[in-house]
């Protein structure tokens, strides 16, 4: 399903390791999804590139698709605090 979205949405194919879905499972929020690629070049073009996701042409893409860096809490809360 990344692959698709990546393929139709955005303007790279990134090279998978695999993926891991985050969290319990709940009727009414889809769990995470944490994406291994393989080297840190392809996950730099896939952070530029997510920025893309906003404008899409489909809604439900364009409002409830993310891609984050994954960071350490302590990374997080920084990063969080920058803004």
Do not use: W
Not at 25 to 44: F, T
Not at 50 to 75: F, G, W
């Amino acid at each position: 399903m990344f692959e698709k979205i990546c393929e139709e949405h955005l303007c790279c194919k990134p090279l998978i390791l695999k993926c891991v879905r985050l969290g319990k499972q709940l009727p009414d929020k889809p769990r995470r999804l944490l994406v291994h690629l393989r080297s840190e070049s392809a996950a730099a073009e896939l952070l530029t590139a997510a920025r893309h996701l906003r404008k899409s042409d489909d809604p439900i893409i364009a409002q409830q698709v993310y891609v984050n860096e994954d960071l350490t809490p302590e990374a997080a809360k920084l990063a969080y605090e920058a803004t």
